[in-house]
């Protein structure tokens, strides 16, 4: 846009020129975003991800992130000293009660001089892992034998995960290779079965748990008992 001005000095006329251009517009730094996480890609366990926000220029990004599927949005950035400096990150704390293929994405939202920007992460939620205690009852100490003929009961106990229902499937109680009994697990997180009597000799006693939904197949320590012929006393008497 021109605007012109006259000036009239005697017989002579000047006319000056101008001009009145609009200042152009400042364009918004551009952002990356970089997403990681930390923790147990199991069901029902902590994680948390982090997203980076990096500017292309010196501006300092401020602002929200939300990061969808992961339930947190309008999370705040802060300065967070890293090995390479301080750097603007927000953090989400969630955990995923399904199994399979997750993808999350941090949307920075932007601000009055950096642009808003996106970035995505999958991960896969697995089963949690849960290992079971197994024990015997009398509790036998490494290097104590039992006496033949003493009945022994055997039991594998579980603990359930935060954030996880209680185990349900079965154990398979097992000497060596020869299979004892297969044992659902009750309400408490255990199953346990009753041996009458081990034959003399060492005996290598597994746990084997089926898994369930939520939790992943595994197995016990293995427990060793070792049975010795009962002790006989003979008393002599003379006729």
């Known amino acids: 846009m021109a605007k012109y001005l006259t000036a009239r000095l005697s017989s002579y006329s000047l006319v000056f020129v ?3 251009w609009p200042a152009p517009a400042t364009a918004a730094t551009n952002t990356v975003v970089t997403l990681s996480f930390s923790g147990y890609q199991q069901v029902g366990q902590p994680l948390t991800f982090a997203a980076q926000v990096t500017p292309t220029s010196p501006w300092w990004p401020a602002g929200t992130v939300d990061f969808l599927n992961a339930g947190c949005a309008g999370v705040a950035l802060q300065a967070v000293e890293t090995a390479y400096g301080f750097e603007a990150i927000a953090y989400c704390n969630t955990s995923f009660s399904h ?3 997750v993808t999350v994405t941090a949307r920075y939202n932007g601000d009055a001089n950096t642009g808003s920007s996106t970035g995505s992460l999958g991960i896969t939620v697995g089963k949690v892992y ?11 100490p490494s290097g ?4 033949f003929g003493e009945a022994v009961i055997l039991g594998a106990t579980f603990v359930p995960a935060a954030g996880v229902a209680a185990p349900t499937g079965t154990v398979t109680f097992s000497d060596g290779s020869a299979t004892l009994l297969t044992e659902p697990i ?18 290598s006693i597994s746990a084997v748990y089926s898994g369930d939904a ?17 002790g006989v006393i003979l008393t002599v008497t003379s006729t």
């Open 130 to 140: 849960a290992v079971p205690y197994i024990a015997s009852k009398p509790e036998v």
């Open 186 to 203: 009750d309400a408490s997180g255990h199953a346990g079965l009753v041996i009458s009597s081990f034959s003399v000799g060492t005996h």
């Open 144 to 147: 104590v034998a039992l006496p």
């Open 18 to 20: 101008v001009a009145l």
């Open 99 to 101: 199994l399979g293929p």
């Open 214 to 230: 939520n939790y992943q197949a595994c197995a016990a320590e293995t427990l060793t008992l070792r049975v010795i012929k009962d």
